[in-house]
């Protein structure tokens, strides 16, 4: 997902309860997941859901959300640090979701999806579901895989070139739903990303309640 779609994202579902320097710092982590590094070396792929890594871009999900939790049950300890946990935490909520967000553009989710409801039509909010169980641990659902040779596709005339001489249909290039180039397709992933946001930001609410208490989820929501 290119970062301007990260951002509407990211900024539909928060910022009914973040104050905006508080949003800002989420969508800065959030954006801070891209670079070249991450795009085109495999080592930190798994925060993109690309080259074969459901698992590992899940444990990451989960290593964010303890470190959300954990944060916040120090807050009753480091009174005197509630700002710093803070911001820590919306880094930490920033990180994991950029993941889930990218969850949807870089897997066959989608296509799975369509498939099992027979429709590429407009789409209609009430029916489409992000956060199908069935879907989400599906044996056929894969990532996109990056190719360092993909980089030329970026290039004018030559990336043109390439796609009709080398296109896998495993790779990134072939499968993501980065923007609206891709058609329908990547109107169901945004909705799917804006639900999976939803689901991702509630877990996060609940734990920091549990940890921390309201003082914490106040906190967590407002920056100056």
């Not at 801070?32 to 792929?45: G, N």
């Not at 072939?174 to 990303?193: K, N, T």
Request: proline fraction near 3%.
């Amino acid at each position: 997902m290119y970062a301007k779609y990260h951002i509407e994202t990211t900024a539909w579902v928060l910022q009914r309860n973040f104050s905006p320097r508080a949003l800002k710092q989420v969508i800065e982590a959030n954006l801070a997941q891209d670079s070249i590094k991450d795009l085109f070396l495999s080592s930190d792929s798994y925060r993109h859901f690309c080259n074969d890594t459901i698992t590992t871009g899940l444990d990451y999900v989960e290593e964010q959300h303890r470190l959300i939790e954990q944060l916040a049950g120090l807050s009753k300890e480091q009174v005197d640090k509630p700002t710093e946990l803070a911001h820590r935490q919306r880094i930490a909520l920033g990180r994991l979701l950029h993941t889930v967000q990218d969850f949807y553009s870089h897997t066959n989710y989608v296509d799975l999806w369509l498939r099992e409801h027979h429709t590429e039509q407009t789409p209609i909010i009430d029916v489409i579901d992000g956060l199908d169980q069935a879907l989400l641990t599906h044996y056929e659902l894969r990532t996109a895989h990056w190719f360092a040779l993909e980089i030329l596709f970026h290039i004018p005339l030559i990336g043109a070139l390439l796609r009709r001489i080398w296109l896998p249909p495993h790779s990134h290039e072939a499968m993501h739903l980065d923007s609206p180039e891709r058609g329908l397709r990547f109107v169901y992933s945004m909705i799917m990303a804006q639900q999976r946001t939803a689901k991702e930001y509630q877990r996060a609410v609940k734990a920091i309640i549990r940890q921390g208490g309201s003082e914490a989820l106040h906190c967590f929501h407002q920056e100056g």
